[in-house]
């Protein structure tokens, strides 16, 4: 066989060999890079071997504040510190490091917050459990004296650690409602045992201030219904001339303090966003035994007048914000007053929708009790319909068919939810923790398997703000 080449085949063939040789080269150069990152990754994590680790288990930001702000202490009392979630840490992580705070609250019953379970179910659950031989620790637990189980997961966690050799550098401290005595007992502990000057370092976000917000308009919702009158209260901030409207975003919650008990703040869901010009809580009439309404809805709902002032602060919910979902579809779920975290979500969706910055639709499940009372905010959400956001509205009311709650029907869609799953949508739940909240996350357990709920929880798809 002749190998006569013709000129154009030669250069067609060099051409080739060139693109070739282009192509090696660059995947080397590639190569290159992902080595020196990674053995970048490397020099920084081993930098940091020797470094403080402050951990936090939180579910509404509060213990997450408070080590933000103890990190901050530290660092501005030039140790070198590493800050992340506890359900972020791997058990070699923790059995390498000398000291390890960590501010854990409870929710639930007693339980790990929703960001802890990796921790739970990889470390502490674990069949060979990490030696903690070397680790001395410290732990402030958070948590509420009016629920059964008080401090609960701090005190597990706690009896855990000893129970794998770590050694207590203070006994656990337990906050009751963000008891700010507490909180100085643990900054003056570390203190004494870090030998580090905490007290002169700055205040941070655990202690950011009030504002004084007026109240524009209560209107209530649901004349007529069979549930408790629901309000929506719209407040505008009082701020003094030059200072910076307070910002905050979908999911975040806000803190009241009713007049005549600062001591225990209560928290809503922000049901607006900036942007709307006001801040809109959706507040329940709540009574106890004896038909007395609780502190802060007795202010929120009847003794507040329009025109006056209250003291509210604003409480970043990190878990329950839209940060890493941003591009995902939504699958909002929520029962009586949990649409108002659910509207933030749904507030922000439509702002990204309208500016053609997200495609991804929306699909909500809320629960009430008759549709001719209490189908709230109707006019929005048939408008987000109209304009394809809202892909699909499931409305249940459980005095119209009697006993039917969202998690039937959830159950009943089961099929949408997983297609939706597989498509990479994520979850959020806001509204009553006992009823709706226990009983979607155990559906989901059931449907995807404890691991499978895991991997949604450890990927940020499953975020909850239940109470
Ligand atoms: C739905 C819910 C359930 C809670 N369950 C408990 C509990 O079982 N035991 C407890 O001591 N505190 C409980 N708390 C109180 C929280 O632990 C406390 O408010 C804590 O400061 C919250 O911190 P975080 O914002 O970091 O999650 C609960 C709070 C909520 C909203």
Known sequence: MSLLLSAPRVSAALLLLAAYGAGCAWLWWRHRQALS?????????????GALLVLHASQTGQAQALAEETAQRLRAAGRAVRLMPLGKVEAGTLAQARQALIIASTTGEGDAPD????????????????????????????????????????????????????????????????????IDQWWRQLAEVLQDPLHEAPAAKATASTTRWVLQERRCLNPGSQGAPLHLLRFVAEAAPGQALPLWQAGDLVQVFPPDDVQRPRSYSIASLPADGALELLVRERRDEQGALGAASAWLCQRLEVGQALDMRLQAHE???????????????????????????????AEQWRAGRTAAPVWLLHGERQARHDTHFDEELQTWHR??????????????????HVQQQLQDEWQRLREWLARGAAIYVCGSLQGMGQAVDRLLREQLGEAGLQALIASGRYRRDVY
């Open 37 to 49: 990152a990674e053995a970048g990754r490397l020099a920084a994590e081993g930098a940091q071997a």
């Open 387 to 404: 304009e394809g956001l809202l892909a699909h509205v499931d409305r249940v009311y459980s005095r119209d068919l009697p006993g039917r």
């Open 115 to 182: 960001s802890a379970l990796p921790f739970v179910s990889g470390c502490m659950q674990a069949q060979e459990p990490p030696s903690l031989a070397g680790l001395q620790t410290a732990v402030l637990a958070l948590g509420d004296r009016r629920y059964q189980a008080f401090c609960a997961f701090g005190l597990s966690l706690a009896q855990w650690l000893r129970s794998r050799g770590a050694q207590p550098l203070f006994e656990m401290l337990q906050v009751d409602c963000g008891d700010a005595r507490v």
């Open 319 to 349: 878990g329950f914000r839209q940060s890493g979902n941003e591009e995902r579809a939504l699958i909002l779920i929520g029962n009586g007053t949990g649409l108002a975290g659910l509207r933030a979500h749904l507030k922000r969706r």
